[in-house]
């Protein structure tokens, strides 16, 4: 079982980035996926979150820039972030879940994680 981010790297503020979640072992569609990012010097953070059925949910730090999307075919989850800010700097993991629930504040309904990738928002 193994998750792998990508897509993560250094982009202007207001800029756009497309990180990709791509899992082998196990199919995504059967959990919910979520993304955290943690920042240097800060605790870790949920921002987004898809279900199985594919809700979507996005703290609010992140809503209407941020979108989160399965590919069934491509066994992955994508989050496009849009708009990028400084503060959008973090290393970003996905996880598969086992629901959203408190996804932004809990890491306790997590199964499996990724490596993680670094998003750099800087001019």
């Known amino acids: 079982v193994q998750l792998v981010e990508s897509g993560g790297g250094l982009v202007q503020p207001g800029g756009s980035l497309r990180l990709s979640c791509a899992a082998s072992?196990?199919?995504?569609?059967?959990?919910?996926i979520g993304w955290f990012r943690q920042a240097p010097g800060k605790e870790r953070e949920g921002v987004s979150c898809i279900s199985r059925g594919s809700a979507t949910y996005y703290v609010d730090s992140v809503k209407g820039r941020f979108t989160i999307s399965r590919d069934n075919a491509k066994n992955t989850v994508s989050l496009q972030m849009n708009s990028l800010k400084v503060e959008d700097t973090a290393v970003y993991y996905c996880?598969?879940?086992?629901?959203?629930?408190?996804?932004?504040?809990?890491?306790?309904?997590?199964?499996?994680w990724g490596q993680g990738t670094l998003v750099t928002v800087s001019s």
């Open positions: 072992g196990f199919t995504l569609d059967d959990y919910a």
């Open positions: 996880a598969a879940r086992s629901t959203c629930a408190s996804y932004t504040s809990s890491a306790r309904f997590v199964l499996w």
